[in-house]
């Protein structure tokens, strides 16, 4: 069995981002991942930095297209053979496996090397025929790595003949598990892609005759929902580094503090402009302001708020130290990234939870000077935090009745 990535893991150009993609190495380390692509992602975090994740993986770095500019020759190598031992029974008892690494032509990819060398890419259909043919020669199957737009891997498989498989994986590109025409077969070369973001395990099963040809190949999209258990090395290494990452998002909140800074002794205090008679009064923005605000007028739905999950959704966040990440803060409070919204526990505390105006928007200016009709929501507002892929189990019919405080609408004809 043979682990491999198509590339473009590599997280963001931030503190956060070069954690996680470091103990992405490391988690790809433990299961024995044997080469990766190495796509424009990979060089996100400099030229430097790479060659340290590269020294410290167990696995190698493959790329045929992402070149230095003055000489166009790969800056790691264009491809990789692995010899791979077969069941006990088979006629042979080895396969020699080519990888090639692919990515796509983007012009405007430029990245500093060392002594002022340039890194870009060059066109993926003409590497791949330049080197395809080098890997052949000592392999017996060739598999193309790709991160590229579906059409784009398509493109590959029609023109460059002595591929077997290609292999991608980018943005939410999947196919078909079968050979459907156009689509997952072109000539001797099959085609496979399962999307991003981790979320998929892509499977193929060859069988071969006593040549060494492909006879059969079965490929299986795997979705990594809740029924497969964590593996416990990984499941520990990733509960150390989500901490970490949060710890430091905590620090960051700390540190950026919403009041001016005090005054220097002795400087001048800043007067503010006077505002000309005429200029127009300044627009009222609706602020948050809290869910036991809206207790006093709505005390029976408040009384079933209190009683339901969302009253205590940001504590499931604190309990899996999460409660500074960005990606979760958002459906756990009360209008995170938005004016007047939450910032932070300690900054913001009457905005923890999925509150009132989670759903129900800023209430500042309510019942005072808005009318009614303010608040008007639905059901299908649910979706935009219980997803797919947050919230796997959710279902309409189980959870709307757990949160329900409205009275239903009269029928029709009455």
Not at 178 to 202: C, H, S
């Amino acid at each position: 069995m043979l682990f491999v990535d198509a590339g473009d893991f590599t997280g963001d150009d931030t503190w956060p981002g070069r954690r996680q993609t470091e103990t992405l190495i490391e988690g790809m380390g433990a299961l024995e991942y044997r080469v990766t692509n190495l796509a424009q992602r990979e060089l996100g975090h400099g030229y430097a930095a790479l060659l340290e994740r590269k020294q410290k993986a167990r696995f190698e770095f493959v790329s045929a297209n992402v070149v230095w500019q003055d000489t166009a020759e790969p800056i790691v190598a264009p491809g990789t053979v692995i010899t791979v031992p077969l069941r006990d029974g088979a006629k042979a008892k080895s396969l020699r496996v080519g990888f090639i690494g692919l990515t796509r032509n983007n012009p405007a990819f430029l990245k500093e090397g060392p002594d002022g060398r340039r890194i870009v890419t060059i066109d993926h259909l003409q590497a791949a025929a330049k080197h395809v043919p080098e890997i052949r020669k000592k392999a017996d199957i060739v598999v193309a790595l790709v991160a590229m737009d579906l059409e784009s891997a398509r493109q590959l498989a029609r023109t460059v003949k002595d591929i077997d498989l290609v292999l991608g994986g980018q943005g939410g590109f999947q196919t078909r598990a079968d050979d459907f025409p156009e689509d997952t077969k072109f000539g001797r070369t099959r085609l496979m892609a399962i999307g991003d973001q981790g979320k998929v395990v892509g499977e193929v099963r060859l069988v071969f005759d006593a040549a060494r040809a492909i006879v059969s190949a079965q490929r299986n999209l795997i979705n990594l929902g809740r029924e497969w258990p964590d593996e416990p090395v990984l499941a520990a290494l990733m509960e150390k580094t989500r901490t970490v990452i949060n710890d430091y998002n905590r620090d960051q909140a700390g540190a950026a503090s919403p009041f001016e800074p005090a005054r220097a002794a002795g400087a001048p205090a800043i007067q503010a402009a006077a505002v000309p008679p005429t200029a127009p009064a300044p627009a009222i923005v609706p602020a948050f302001t809290g869910s036991a605000r809206c207790e006093a007028c709505h005390e029976s739905a408040f009384s079933t708020w209190k009683g339901s999950a969302h009253a205590h959704a940001f504590d499931i966040l604190v309990q899996r130290r999460q409660d500074y990440n960005p990606l979760c803060v958002g459906c756990h409070t009360i209008g995170h990234k938005q004016t007047h919204g939450f910032v932070d526990a300690t900054r913001t505390p009457d905005l923890l939870h999925v509150g009132c105006e989670a759903c129900h928007g800023p209430s500042s200016l309510h019942p005072e000077t808005v009318e009614a009709g303010y608040g008007r929501t639905g059901t299908d507002r649910c979706v935009t935090c219980h997803t797919r892929e947050n919230s796997p189990d959710y279902n309409p019919a189980e959870y709307v009745p757990k949160i329900r405080h409205w009275d239903e609408p009269p029928a029709a004809g009455r």
